[in-house]
């Protein structure tokens, strides 16, 4: 692990933005850097390869015949690498499951919006401890398979105060924190949705907005309309919060054609589109993330990624782990299904899953492997990353660095 390895010949001094030690990573069989300048095709391949890290970011990628020196080795023995995965749609913070209302579904009970409120009340009454312990646990399972860029939503508080404690929860785990205050109704206003979108847009908007990056909306029937969404986005905005929405998750709606009109970062979910929707996405340049863990949970048709994909939309993957509709925190097992279930073919998976969440987070330091990207890396227990697709369930990430720090060593035990 320390050793240096001799410079070969024609190499070139890794420079060390930090100063610090550099570490080279080489015998890595497959390096999937995102960058078409490193290598063929959007994953920009690289076989037979290396990196150097320097701190917190890739200082050199290339052939590792080529690699110039550093000041530490690691040999991954022929292992794929690729960028860590950024899950760009996560509603972390909550307490309590909901493996009852997941059992009746799979009996055959329909997925209802309602369902949501059982987390609310769960989440309101947990203590501050149990939510950071909550989201500390589901945090270091997305490591571990693999996500070092994870976004976190609020949305079962629905109080000042809870929306706002969410938020600062999410915090401590993620600069991606979004506001979505807008999931639901809060139940104690059931009878007055207008009261509630004037709280959401008023005083909980000014609790949130210092610990949030986004803003989000549940733009969906039983949840908030067209008017009452942009009315959240636009308020949002204002405090220099960024947009995405949750849109056309369970019926067709609105709530694609709002985030074109408001140019939003992100139209989450995406299942029920019509062509004018793919149009108005792909016009307006918002990425298409698509969360197909929910349609399994669910039990629900998929939504059409090759429409998209073959429109120029920009498609992102992401778990959407809740407890809900998407009890999950793999980024694998999103990429399997998107394979097998969506028609994308294993590029278009893996690049979805790390460049494409990147996009849907307007990150160009992460999702990527190119010198100045930020140095997180998952090593897979296999050759390429098609294994990905090829090998479902089965845990392939046996590595990942997160900021140039190894946080997941598996493969230096074997
Ligand atoms: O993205 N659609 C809205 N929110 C979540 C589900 C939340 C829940 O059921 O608790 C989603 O699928
Ligand atoms: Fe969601």
């Not at 307007?362 to 090829?390: E, I, K, N």
């Amino acid at each position: 692990m320390t050793a240096h390895l001799p410079a070969a010949s024609g190499s070139a001094e890794p420079v060390s933005a930090s100063g610090g030690p550099t570490t080279l990573v080489t015998g890595i069989g497959e390096l999937v850097t995102n960058d078409p300048t490193a290598g063929p095709g959007p994953l920009g391949l690289v076989r037979d390869a290396a990196l150097v890290l320097a701190g917190a970011r890739v200082a050199w990628v290339g052939p590792a015949a080529r690699a110039p020196v550093a000041d530490r080795l690691v040999d991954l023995g022929g292992r794929c690498v690729l960028p860590g995965f950024v899950d760009s749609h996560a509603h972390l913070v909550f307490a309590g499951d909901r493996a009852e209302e997941f059992a009746a579904r799979m009996s055959g009970q329909p997925y209802a919006a309602g369902g949501i409120r059982t987390t609310v009340a769960a989440t309101r009454a947990a203590t501050d401890e149990q939510l950071v312990a909550n989201t500390a646990r589901l945090v270091a399972e997305l490591l571990r398979q693999g996500s070092t860029t994870v976004e976190i939503k609020s949305g079962y508080g629905l109080t000042v105060a809870d929306e706002s404690r969410s938020l600062a929860v999410a915090r401590q785990f993620s600069t991606e924190t979004t506001y979505l205050g807008a999931h639901v109704v809060a139940p104690e206003l059931a009878a007055d949705p207008a009261a509630y979108v004037a709280l959401v847009t008023g005083p909980m908007l000014d609790a949130c907005a210092p610990h949030a990056r986004w803003v989000d909306v549940f733009c969906e029937r039983g949840a908030f309309d067209a008017d009452a969404a942009r009315a959240v986005l636009v308020a949002g905005r204002s405090r220099g919060l960024g947009l995405r929405v949750h849109a056309n998750q369970l019926g067709p709606g609105p709530g694609a054609r709002l985030a074109a009109e408001l140019a939003a970062a992100s139209a989450d979910h995406c299942t029920h589109l019509d062509d004018e929707d793919v149009t108005a996405l792909r016009d307006a340049g918002v990425v298409a993330t698509l969360l197909p863990a929910a349609e399994f949970s669910t039990r629900s048709p998929y939504p059409d990624a090759r429409r998209l994909l073959d429109a120029g939309v920009t498609v992102a993957l992401a778990t959407d782990c809740n407890p809900g509709s998407a009890y999950t925190t793999s980024m694998p097992f999103c990429v399997a299904l998107a394979v097998r279930e969506m028609r994308m073919t294993p590029a278009e998976a893996v690049w979805s899953a790390t460049a494409g969440g990147a996009a849907a987070l307007r990150r160009t330091d992460v999702g990527v492997l190119r010198p100045g990207a930020r140095a997180d890396l998952a090593v897979l227990d296999a050759p390429s990353a098609v294994h990905l697709a090829y090998r479902p369930g089965v845990p392939l990430v046996s590595g990942v660095w997160k900021d140039g720090a190894p946080r997941v060593t598996a493969w230096a035990a074997g």
